[in-house]
């Protein structure tokens, strides 16, 4: 066995890398709808556009997106609502 074929465990099509991240990790997990993010993949790697609620949520989505299997990497270019609800009125 060749470590080509080792590796092809880990290869996905493009397409269900894509799915995956629009059904389970946007709508099923984040509760975000799919149709304000845009997702691309392209030879394993991630790129995703849209709009987030809240900043906060970014390097959840980052993390959650790069744990998908076949994902190489993950560029986001991501607007946000809020910045963080928590800390908005804080005075510290």
Known sequence: MSRGDLLK?????DEDIRQEIEQDVL???LRLDPASISVGVH?????IGGSLPFK??????????GAV?????????LAY?????????SSS
């Open 69 to 77: 299997d076949g994902v190489i990497s993950v560029s986001t270019h």
């Open 9 to 13: 465990v880990f290869l996905r099509a």
């Open 81 to 89: 609502t809020v910045k963080d609800p928590r800390k908005e009125g």
């Open 43 to 47: 030879d394993g790697q991630v790129e």
């Open 27 to 29: 709508a099923g997990t």
């Open 56 to 65: 906060g949520m970014l390097p959840v989505l980052e993390h959650m997106c």
